[in-house]
């Protein structure tokens, strides 16, 4: 059976970063499950701080760049994703939001996510709830029960269920659950008479005639 393309998108915007932490932490464990329910994963981490120029430029001219273009192209064609972003002033990044902008707005219908974020303090741990998994529904993903909430202080704890430790367990086996018995999605193969024309050459060709 193919491996199934588990793609890990992250707003993290410092080096190191939390939020990467809690991605890699949150993928391991679901490849980890996954392997024991008898399935392999290959994870894509997207890291969108490094697409920052990109996604800017593709909002205010409509064409992204290939680096971009690769990323949404993971997007697309993942079997599941884990998004994970900071949360500042309640809410996810703008970073995290307009990357998001940039999806079709049916890339991720009925597409297992596991929604993670990091903050300061536990007090935003609500904006999982009332902005992240809002927008997913919105796009009609189907985002598993488990959100996963870093605070800066969760970092020292593990081991009880109610840790850190023990919410990432818990959200990776609700994600790895939903893809155990799931048939890997096929790679997109796009025949030479069906690939995409850029737009301005479209435009172009118009004005020739």
């Not at 992250?10 to 993928?27: E, H, I, K, N, Q």
């Not at 290939?66 to 002033?89: C, G, H, M, N, Q």
């Not at 707005?105 to 902005?131: C, Q, Y």
């Not at 367990?169 to 155990?180: D, F, H, K, Q, V």
Request: charged share 25%; glycine share 6%.
């Amino acid at each position: 059976m193919s491996a199934l393309k588990l793609v890990v998108v992250t707003a993290g915007l410092s080096v190191p970063s939390s939020t990467r932490l809690l991605a890699d932490r949150l993928a391991a464990a679901t490849a980890r499950d996954l392997r024991e329910a008898g399935r392999e994963a290959d994870v894509r981490i997207v890291e969108l701080r490094e697409l920052a120029r990109d996604i800017a430029d593709n909002l205010v001219t409509g064409f992204p760049p290939p680096a971009l273009r690769d990323a949404v192209r993971a997007v697309e064609e993942a079997d599941a994703l884990i998004a994970v972003t900071p949360i500042f002033s309640a809410s996810y990044s703008g970073l995290f939001k307009s990357f998001v902008d940039v999806l079709d707005r049916d890339a991720l219908t009925g597409k297992p996510v596991l929604i993670a974020a990091t903050g300061g303090t536990a007090r935003h741990s609500l904006a999982l709830e009332h902005a992240m998994r809002p927008l997913f529904a919105y796009l009609r993903a189907v985002v598993v029960p488990t959100a996963v909430f870093a605070a800066s202080e969760d970092w020292g704890a593990d081991g009880a269920d109610g840790s850190l430790a023990g919410r990432i367990a818990r959200a990776a086996g609700e994600l790895a659950e939903s893809l155990a018995g799931r048939p890997a999605t096929p790679r997109a193969r796009v025949a030479e008479h069906e690939q995409v024309v850029p737009f301005a050459q479209q435009l172009a060709a118009l004005r020739a005639h």
